[in-house]
C-alpha cells in the first residue's frame, strides 16, 4: 500500500529554521516526480518545490533561496529544509508524488499520491 507520511513540523520565530521529512512506503520514489506544497487557513494550496532523482529540481518564487528540498535514496525519505522562515510561510505542509512520465511542476492535480500533512507554525 502506497504511503507517504510527513514529519518535523512545529512552531518557529522568524527567522527561524525547520526540517521537515516525508517517509515514502510502498513503491519506490526513483519512478515519481516528489513535491512539497502547502496550505494557509482560508488560501488555495501552493506548490513550493518539486524534485526527481534524476536531479530536476525546481522551487516556488517565494521560497527560493531560503527552502531546499533532497531526498534520501536509501532511506526513502525525501526532506524540506526551510530556513529564515516567515510568518507567510505558516501553513500545512504536504508530500505528494506524481508518476514520472509526465513533468508535473507545481500542478497539484498532477500528484497522485498526498501524505497526511504537518504544520508549519511561525510566528512574528
Known amino acids: 500500500q502506497v504511503q507517504l507520511v510527513e514529519s518535523g513540523g512545529g512552531s518557529v520565530q522568524t527567522g527561524g529554521s525547520l526540517r521537515l521529512s516525508c517517509a515514502v512506503f510502498?513503491?519506490?520514489?526513483?519512478?515519481?516526480?516528489m513535491g512539497w506544497f502547502r496550505q494557509a487557513p482560508g488560501k488555495e494550496r501552493e506548490g513550493v518545490a518539486v524534485?526527481?532523482?534524476?536531479?530536476?529540481?525546481f522551487y516556488a518564487d517565494s521560497v527560493k533561496g531560503r527552502f531546499t528540498v533532497s531526498q534520501d535514496n536509501a532511506k526513502n525519505t525525501l526532506y524540506l529544509q526551510m530556513n529564515s522562515l516567515k510568518p507567510e510561510d505558516t501553513a500545512m505542509y504536504y508530500c505528494?508524488?506524481?508518476?514520472?512520465?509526465?513533468?508535473?511542476?507545481?500542478?497539484?492535480?498532477?500528484?497522485?499520491?498526498w501524505g497526511q500533512g504537518t504544520q508549519v507554525t511561525v510566528s512574528p
Open positions: 505528494a508524488a506524481a508518476p514520472a512520465t509526465v513533468y508535473p511542476a507545481l500542478d497539484s492535480r498532477k500528484y497522485r499520491y
Open positions: 510502498g513503491y519506490s520514489y526513483s519512478d515519481y516526480y
Open positions: 524534485i526527481h532523482l534524476g536531479g530536476s529540481i
